[in-house]
């Protein structure tokens, strides 16, 4: 069964708006990271977070980790055009080691 | 510094026929993991390679299998194809467990289709 699920599936924004996309997962995880798709092609890794950290950012990102409710939330802030892509979380177990499973992910479509 | 590189960039297989899909990682990478990625879903892990071993493997049957050659690159085989095996096959590199601190690097897949 999926480790990794996002919610919601797909979300539609205006440009300049945030965008919250969530992911719950079932076991004690070693991190969680955020990639991003676009068009089908291959994923580009956006950020990891380490399972003592609550919270980190990277430019417009903000991820933030509740270990205690298996949750995790991707903030993206003034969204752009360019951010239409669908959004995955991965978690990397610590029963699966060296497996890093995805969910099923958030379509996201930024309106100009 | 060249990315992960797969190979071919589409394939189009019978059903019952066998395919070979390349992937070489990142400069520096020795680490590669396979995964199928169905249309809408998320990708999916098929078994990772490190050392030329097959260090970890998800929920695929034997007919999908793997390599890893001593210049770290990768080969995915999958036998007796089937129609559901249609899908985008993503090879992602990294340096040993490096992917725990700075994730993956992916190729931009495979895409097979069985007809």
């Known amino acids: 069964s999926q480790q990794g699920e996002e919610d919601p599936q797909a979300l539609s924004i205006q440009e300049g708006e945030n965008a919250t996309m969530n992911c719950s997962y079932k076991?004690?995880?070693?991190?969680l990271q955020w990639y991003r798709q676009n068009s089908g092609r291959g994923l580009v890794h956006l950020i990891l977070?380490?399972?003592?950290?609550r919270e980190k950012h990277s430019g417009r990102l903000r991820v933030t980790l509740d270990t205690s409710k298996k949750s995790s939330s991707l903030l993206i802030t003034a969204s752009r055009a360019a951010d239409t892509a669908s959004y995955f979380c991965?978690?990397?177990?610590?029963?699966?080691?060296?497996?890093?499973?995805f969910g099923p992910g958030t379509s996201l479509s930024v309106i100009p | 510094d060249a990315g992960v590189t797969q190979s071919p960039t589409h394939l189009i297989k019978t059903r019952g026929q066998q395919v070979t899909l390349r992937c070489s990682p990142k400069?520096?990478?020795?680490?590669v993991s396979w995964y199928q990625q169905a249309l809408g879903q998320g990708p999916q892990f098929i078994f990772q390679?490190?050392?030329?071993?097959?260090?970890q493997r998800g929920n695929f049957p034997d007919r999908f299998s793997g390599h890893q050659f001593p210049n770290y690159s990768s080969e995915l085989n999958v036998n007796a194809l089937l129609l559901g095996d249609s899908a985008l096959y993503l090879c992602?590199?990294?340096?040993?467990?490096?992917?725990?601190?700075?994730?993956?690097?992916f190729g931009s897949g495979t895409r097979l289709t069985v007809v």
């Open positions: 992602a590199s990294s340096l040993d467990r490096a992917f725990r601190v700075g994730g993956y690097t």
């Open positions: 977070i380490r399972s003592n950290e």
């Open positions: 991965a978690t990397d177990a610590k029963t699966s080691y060296d497996k890093v499973i």
């Open positions: 076991t004690s995880i070693n991190n």
């Open positions: 390679y490190y050392e030329e071993e097959e260090r």
């Open positions: 400069s520096g990478h020795d680490t």
